[in-house]
Each structure stands twice: as C-alpha cells, then as structure tokens.
C-alpha cells in the first residue's frame, strides 16, 4: 500500500471485466457531473449500442488492461490502460460511479493498476480544472510533462489538458 493512502479507504479488489459490469459502468457513465469532469467523453453518453460496441472493441484489444474496481463487495467502476498512438508508452483512465468519489478509490485503484502494468513510461490525461483526477495521478508518481488542447464532447468546446507522465515502477511502500 503507499503510503499516501490513508486507512480508512475502503478495501478494493481489481477483476477482470464481467458482462454484468457493463450495465453499471453504463449507468455510472450518465452523470452529467461526472462527463463534465471527464470532459473527453462519448459523444451522446446516452447512446447504450455505442457504449456496448465501445466496451466490446477494447475489451476484445489485448494490448489493454481493462480492470473492474470493487469496493467493499460493490462495483465502483473501471480502471484500465491503453496504448495510444500519440504517446511513447500507455496511458491509463479510470471511471468511479459518484457515490465513491472522495474515498481514496480511484488512488488504491490506479495504485494497483500501476502494479500490473509496469511498461514506463506510462501516461495520464486530465482536463486542466478536474483537480481531483489530477490529485490521484500525482499521489500515484506521475507529473505534468506536457500540455494538450482537444475536443471535450461532455463540454461541447476545445478545452485545455495537462499530460502526466510516470516515468519509473513505484514500489509499495
């Protein structure tokens, strides 16, 4: 466990996707205030046949690590990695339903990602005011290497992102 995380964060397991996440991840993925922060979303969140064919293209792509998190014996969302064309290396994304935001999850989460996945450098986008998102990246090793600018559909704008980079395996302290 590192040692930015404090003890009273729930306990998590990190799975494999199931079929039946998909349902949850879908509702979770409709909130408005979430796609906001988020900002780089699907164009129409509420299209359920796009979401499916998305959810089915990267599950089905095995340079992806796709993880459900587990909460306390519930599905609290997805943390994955991807290679993206752009970067010299992965980048990983990460997705809680609401009720578990502020909780230390997505940091646990992202934590024990970053152990399964140890290709460096690794990566991580963020819309410049989502602090949080930023926050848990940081308690996680990585740091801003880079700025980038790009089309939010949650937003309906051009908006401004940083690009964190995690250089080295951080070992658990």
């Not at 587990?70 to 990695?81: D, T």
Request: include cysteine; aromatic fraction near 8%.
């Amino acid at each position: 466990m590192s040692k930015n995380i404090p003890n009273s964060v729930p306990n998590i397991l990190l799975r494999d996707v199931v079929a039946d996440d998909l349902p949850i991840f879908y509702e979770q993925q409709l909130d408005p205030e979430a796609n906001y922060m988020a900002a780089f979303t699907a164009r129409d969140p509420a299209d359920r046949e796009a979401f499916m064919r998305h959810w089915q293209k990267i599950l089905n792509d095995e340079s992806n690590t796709i993880k459900t998190i587990i909460a306390e014996g519930q599905v609290a969302g997805s943390v994955s990695s991807y290679r993206d064309e752009e970067m010299e290396g992965p980048e990983v994304t990460y997705w809680l339903g609401r009720s578990y935001w502020g909780q230390g999850i997505a940091t646990r989460a992202l934590t024990a990602l970053l152990d399964i996945v140890q290709v460096r450098p690794i990566f991580g986008r963020v819309a410049k005011d989502n602090l949080a998102s930023r926050r848990v990246l940081e308690k996680c090793g990585f740091t801003i290497c880079g700025e980038g600018r790009g089309y939010a559909n949650a937003r309906g704008a051009e908006i401004e992102e940083f690009i964190l980079c995690c250089p080295a395996v951080k070992s658990a302290l």
